[in-house]
């Protein structure tokens, strides 16, 4: 057992308890290894885990300040032990309310190489190279593992997650080497996910029902997280923002519910809950109706279409077709697209701020965009700041690529700031009568296209979400649209994914997005296993340093982990015994801690559940010992009930 830091040795405290209270056959040798340990002590924790092969961890905190020679506690412990895999069970949990429910996900993590290698210089003053390190041995060990593991848990799927889009050697690697061994499971789905992309699927706004836990078992001062879309609102919040709290927002929306459905079946209809929570708001600070729906981004009623959707025609019958569609719009033949660029408000970036500047003085990026007559957008260019010229975005963009490929009958149209190229339908620099004129005016009804596509864009961003924050040009590119894709696909569906295997960074941050989405840290239990050794300890690696000795830190995590280590020990009916006691504990809201909502303490939830361990206990306690046995125990151990029960399961055991 090593206590580690923060709330670490607290918790071990309680696991201790709750192992002598179930009869759990284990003795724990403590090893003390902190922040501030010595060389020393950590050496000694190694030889501790080679000697017992297992080990109960919390996390050891990594001063940041301290010198680049001093090396991660943690991370030392996992590479000397080549504790290859880290592996964590997202799993929704009875009595917590989430956004999200019947969440199950097995993530696996590489855990010894990628970005945390340790390897990195400085090459010249002020420039650091830090090394990536992906190598086919161990992606292959990783993959392996993973499959494997769904193969045993009777799983169907596995993600790899990556970024081999830009990390091409790297993690295209990676990606290869998962590819090899899902040959070799024909019975399990395999697909990879782009990392970015991942972390939106795993959150789409869930219904009313479940959302929002009954009153008897809500404490009195709860979060209203799952009440309004796009923010997270405090109960003293609500009551300032709706002039009621909880309670009475969702009795009025039980009696106004039915009144305040949408009549038509349409994705653009407003729920009920934001109908209500408007209009409660608009009474509330006497606001005009436009202000309130900006508020809750309910002004902006036409969904943006996924990225997946934004592709540009390429097949001769879709070609012909834009070309019909864009001549009934002006008479302007050999139109397949209306093509602009729009300026997307940015927050000003610490570096060249100058590059981000418009004509009106206010950062921005340059967006270049293709629709079609439907007003669809078939292209998007996201990498250029405002600065830079029409012209040089479509220099640089797919787009231009991909008109050189058809004739020059046929292609966008667009305005004057644009090159004149032979793809390009671009206006005429001066209206002369005659035939220069009747093309400019049929011209500029074809690019009302792009302009509405444009005005239904913003339409559908809220307002809080347009100033976007990035730090250069680099990285607001191609990457912008990557970025939301990959964490859009996390968030928004966390139920389709099944077991996911990644890379030792992208696993960091997967790990903790699907933490938070079946109620935080707390509740999330990890491990780390190697060919000879394991280690467990909760999935975040946090030390909740700024908790620890109020009695507060939520156990869930910790004790769960220590299941983890008794099922890897052989010891399932101990398991058994304190997950479902566990899991039992968090009906009772009383007991939960400030973490998932509730104003309960450390003690009262380890008390909840050594009372559910106690029953648990006494019933095995009648169902395994035979009546000779209780018999011969109570003569010879003259006590209550409880305790012989408790004796004759610790016999039993």
Known sequence: MIPGDGIGPELMLHVKELFRHACVPVDFEEVLVSSAAAEEDVKNAIMAIRRNRVALKGNIETNHNLPPSHKSRNNILRTTLDLFANVIHCKSLPGVATRHQDIDILIVRENTEGEYSSLEHESVSGVVESLKIITKSKSLRIAEYAFKLAHEANRKKVTAVHKANIMKLGDGLFLQCCREVAAGYPNITFDSMIVDNTTMQTGEWPPLQGAIPHRAQRPTCCRVSALVPHRIVMHQAAEQAYRLDRDGVEELCQLLGPHLQPQVASGRNIPALQKLLMGLHCLAIGSFQEDVAHRHAASRRHAPPPPELIVFPTAEADLRAQQETFYAVAGFPGVIGAVDATHLGILAPARAPALYRNRHHQPSLNIQATCSA??????????????????????????????????????????????????LLTLYAVDEPGPRARYNVAQRKTQLAIERAFKAAEDAVPL???????????????????????????????????VMVMPNLYGNIVNNVCAGLVGGPGLVPGANYGRDYAVFETATRNTGKSIAGKNIANPTAMLLASCMMLDHLKLHNSASVIRKAVLASMDDANTHTPDIGGQGTT???????????????????????????????RSSFPASAATVADISLCSSS
């Open 374 to 423: 439907q007003r669809l957008l078939t292209s998007v260019t996201t990498k250029f700041p405002s600065s830079v010229h029409d012209a040089q975005v479509f220099d640089s963009s797919d787009l231009q690529l991909a008109l050189t490929m058809w004739p020059e009958d046929r292609g966008p149209g667009c305005d004057r700031g644009y090159p004149l190229r032979p793809s």
């Open 464 to 498: 809080p979400e347009r100033n976007l924050l990035i730090s250069d040009a680099r990285e607001g590119s191609q990457d912008l649209r990557g970025m939301c894709r990959t964490a859009q696909h996390l968030v928004s569906r966390p139920q389709q994914f099944d």
């Open 603 to 633: 003690s009262e939830a380890v008390q909840s559940i050594l009372k559910q361990i106690r029953k648990s206990t006494s019933n095995l306690a009648q169902v395994r010992v035979h009546p000779e046995a209780k018999e011969q125990e």
